[in-house]
């Protein structure tokens, strides 16, 4: 308990007789004159030291004040009362504590041995004989410290145990934290919740498609500093379309700024309507009639089947916008688009999404299926038959327009798939309606790697 630093310089007492020094001794405190002139002239007659003037560095030890002069601060340090004077000196019967010892006089040093005469190193050298039979080993532990440091092993080894598992819990709550697709990959329940794909099998089946495409386009479609892997960046773009998750959401879930989860979302959906979208139409008529099913015998040179479907989207301020997306069928302003699906199942044309208000007809014209067709290929579209001005139908008619529908209801299942993307159950705002279009046809072309065929009895073809 000092009342001063003491590194860098060594402090003495001025007091005649007392030889105590700070360098070896950190119990003794050193006190400088009071400023009191009163208090100061007192002290220097208490010392009786002659033709002696204090400076500024002049210091008196603890020694010379009573226990009850001192006070200890919150540091630790021990600071003198304002008032005490010193009262304990060698002249008025106090027997000052001797001093310290320095270092070499505290150090042991060891004696130099004194000459021995023949006789009392025969001696020596046979007591040493006697105590080796004696005594075959001897390792200076006593029982208890054996035991002692036998328990202490036990409870390092159990130590070393809990740390291993408080690593692996730690480990477990990172990868909880950290959402990624290792965390799904031991459920496949959850993978098709948040994906809608099949299985974990079949996601990673699918990025192992996609990948050197990434690879390739990586450097033009997404940005250098990536705060996620790209196979998490598509997780987090199907959960975005699969589930609906606001931005928010997905930031927290993946630890990322919303504007990095936004940014993620907008580059994978330029990249992958590229790349799954690029061609439509593209199964070759020949393979379309390998794969045709029992159901379409009685119209083997059907190529595609269309048909119409609508989208919710927020109703615009302006009466003409609303005139123009509003559909009497939803009775809602929505968005139309064409969809068209193989015989066997799989999507293979999508339109642009247009007005509310088009007809089906008008939907068919500037969707440009028409120049993608052949004269060899035939389009499947559901438009019952009429009485016009007959009083009831004739037989071909209906045996016609039943089998048509049984076929239709196929791609109505084909349009359910993609409308379960949850991003579809809300209305769309006219804010990013530019960026919907691109997202609807990537939730209709996903819909091939994403589920199973339509009716369990075609499995064995697929």
């Known amino acids: 308990l000092n009342s001063e630093s003491q590194i860098g310089r060594s402090l003495h007492c001025c007091v005649p007789l007392c030889t105590l020094l700070s360098r070896y001794n950190n119990e003794v405190s050193f006190h400088s004159f009071p400023m009191d002139s009163v208090v100061w002239t007192q002290w220097l007659q208490k010392i009786r030291r002659d033709n002696f003037t204090p400076a500024k560095s002049t210091r008196v030890c603890c020694r010379h004040f009573k226990l009850d002069d001192f006070y200890v601060t919150t540091r630790g340090l021990r600071k003198l009362k304002k008032g005490p004077i010193p009262l304990y000196f060698e002249w008025n019967g106090y027997e000052l504590p001797a001093p310290r010892p320095s270092v070499c006089d505290r150090r042991p040093r060891v004696e130099s041995p004194t000459p021995q005469s023949d006789s009392d190193a025969e001696m020596e050298t046979e007591a040493e004989n006697r105590s080796e039979a004696g005594i075959d080993h001897d390792y200076c532990l006593v029982p ?189 302003a929505t968005f139309k688009a064409m969809i068209g699906m193989a015989p066997h199942g799989a999507v293979t044309f999508v339109s642009g999404l247009y007005a509310g208000s088009m007809s089906d007809r008008e939907i068919f014209k500037l969707s440009g299926i028409i120049k993608l067709l052949k004269p060899d290929m035939a389009i499947m579209v559901y438009r019952p038959a009429f009485l016009q001005s007959k009083k009831q139908m004739s037989g071909e008619d209906v045996r016609q327009t039943q089998s048509i529908a049984r076929l239709r209801v196929h791609v109505e299942r084909c349009i359910r798939r993609v409308k379960e993307n949850k991003l579809f159950d809300k209305d769309i705002p006219l804010s990013v309606c530019g960026n919907t279009e691109e997202l609807f046809s990537l939730a209709c072309f996903l819909v091939n790697c994403q589920n199973g065929p339509l009716v369990k009895a075609w499995a064995a073809r697929e």
């Open 144 to 332: 208890e410290t054996a035991a002692r440091t036998s328990d202490l092993a036990d409870e390092n080894e159990a130590l070393l145990e809990k740390i291993g598992e408080l690593q692996q819990q730690l480990e477990a709550l990172q990868l909880r934290q950290r959402f990624g697709i290792e965390r799904l990959s031991g459920s496949d329940e959850d993978v098709r919740f948040y994906t809608r794909v099949a299985s974990y099998r079949h996601f990673l089946a699918f990025w192992r498609l996609i990948e050197p495409a990434v690879t390739h386009k990586m450097s033009c479609v997404f940005t250098s500093q990536q705060k996620l892997r790209p196979i998490d960046e598509l997780l987090l773009f199907l959960m975005y379309l699969s589930v609906g998750f606001p931005l928010r959401d997905l930031a927290e879930r993946f630890s990322v700024h919303r504007t990095t989860a936004s940014r993620i979302i907008s580059s994978w959906t330029h990249f992958l309507y590229c790349l799954l979208g690029r061609q439509r139409l593209g199964i070759p008529p020949e393979t379309v009639k390998a794969q045709l099913l029992p159901e379409f015998k009685a119209f083997p040179d059907t190529q595609v089947e269309l048909d119409c479907t609508e989208v919710y989207c927020q109703t615009p301020a302006s009466l003409l916008l609303h005139s123009e997306v509003f559909s009497s069928y939803k009775s809602h």
